[in-house]
């Protein structure tokens, strides 16, 4: 079992940035791909970002590419998102989820979940 506890959510203005953190605890020991998906209200889970076990491999989706950026410190057993240019549109529940030896960039390929982290944008 995995753990995940997502943290950094909260308010910004259009154009800001704000840094989310998913800290995993459990099976740590094990090798995980690990990804973002954010769900706005209405609409459903969305993938935004993903990186590999190694850290070597990243993906993102086209709405966010050059604004967000993921990492990962596996000594540290916590993966980032930066969030650039946040426009009001990106504004969601951000999820945090990990799936066993390979990235997920579906929400039923993720195998563990954390409790997600509110992103507002103000315009």
């Known amino acids: 079992q995995v753990q995940l506890v997502e943290s950094g959510g909260g308010l910004a203005q259009?154009?800001?940035s704000l840094r989310l953190s998913c800290a995993a605890s459990g099976r740590t020991s094990s090798r995980y791909g690990m990804g973002w998906f954010r769900q706005a209200p209405g609409k459903e889970r969305e993938f935004v970002a993903a990186i590999s076990?190694?850290?070597s491999n990243t993906a993102y989706a086209d709405s966010v590419k050059g604004r967000f950026t993921i990492s990962r410190d596996n000594?540290?057993?916590t993966v980032y998102l930066q969030m650039n240019s946040l426009?009001?549109?990106d504004m969601?529940?951000?999820y945090c989820a990990a799936r066993f030896?390979?990235?997920c960039r579906v929400p039923h390929e993720c195998d563990y979940w954390g409790q997600g982290t509110q992103v507002t944008v103000s315009s």
């Open 14 to 16: 259009a154009g800001g």
């Open 87 to 89: 426009k009001p549109e």
């Open 92 to 94: 969601a529940v951000y």
């Open 53 to 55: 076990w190694i850290g």
């Open 101 to 103: 030896r390979d990235s």
């Open 75 to 77: 000594a540290k057993n």
